[in-house]
């Protein structure tokens, strides 16, 4: 199989674990050298994974919330490496709390649109002068872009649909760079973001709701982000892919 990343350098903005970590060995077990960032994760068993496809790893602990921390962790990734800057893949976001729109104030609407939209903005802004002209960004985006989330994820469902028309914004603009933008929108997968945020009860509801009867994969979505930021995707460019399983078409 043409891995096609090979001496290549690929930055995955939160591959601490589940859909990032999964993101960042398979672009390892395809040649390329990964730099991951993480926060409250536990980052060591994707870091094994990686050595495991004797590809480096260079990872750091960065708070999303930081601007210059996130500009910081890119420069130095790219550094390090010595490898063209080929990829990028924003993962990093998060539902924060279920709260209906009476429950929220504006510091709680700030922080889930800058944890989920500020932060990709921040990481894209430093990634384009290092990255080489053919290159690709992914986003991952959620379902909840497209139909407004669960019950309290207005904040979350918001600010996922900001990043999807972020993405085609940014594909028409960096179009001419040859910079392919892309995102994924995977809907029910099985992570800690559910574990935390969604009772089994309703895992298990939606689950049976969905035409292949099962929660999807963190390692089915690097493959496809993988396969978007790849040559083989050449022409695909300000699309908003979805991954779930078909509960959802758009």
């Known amino acids: 199989m043409a891995t096609g990343f090979e001496n290549q350098l690929v930055i995955v903005f939160g591959g601490g674990r589940d859909i990032g970590g999964a993101i960042a060995v398979e672009f390892a077990r395809r040649g390329a050298h990964v730099a991951l960032s993480y926060h409250s994760s536990n980052p060591a068993k994707v870091l094994d994974a990686i050595k495991a496809t004797d590809r480096d790893a260079f990872s750091r602990k960065v708070d999303a919330m930081d601007t210059a921390a996130i500009r910081s962790f890119i420069a130095d990734a790219a550094k390090s490496s010595g490898k063209p800057l080929t990829a990028l893949v924003n ?63 207005i904040a979350y469902g918001g600010s996922k649909g900001a990043l999807m028309s972020m993405t ?41 709701m969905t035409p292949l009867g099962r929660e999807g ?34």
Not at 98 to 113: L, Y
């Open 91 to 153: 993962v990093v976001g998060g539902l924060v709390a279920r709260k209906k729109m009476e429950e929220m104030d504006d510091a709680f609407w700030d922080q889930v649109f800058q944890l989920n939209v500020r932060s990709v903005f921040a990481a894209t802004q430093a990634v384009l002068p290092l990255m080489s002209d053919g290159g690709a960004i992914v986003n991952v985006s959620s379902q909840a872009g497209r139909d407004g989330g669960g019950p309290g994820g």
């Open 217 to 250: 994969k963190a390692e089915e979505v690097a493959t496809l982000v993988t396969f978007l930021a790849s040559e083989e995707a050449g022409f695909v460019n300000g699309a908003n892919v979805d991954i779930n399983g078909g509960i959802l078409f758009s």
């Open 168 to 208: 085609r914004g940014l594909a028409k603009e960096l179009g001419p760079r040859r910079i392919r933008v892309n995102a994924v929108c995977p809907g029910m997968i099985a992570t800690k973001f559910h574990d935390d945020f969604t009772k089994p009860e309703v895992r298990q509801r939606v689950a049976s």
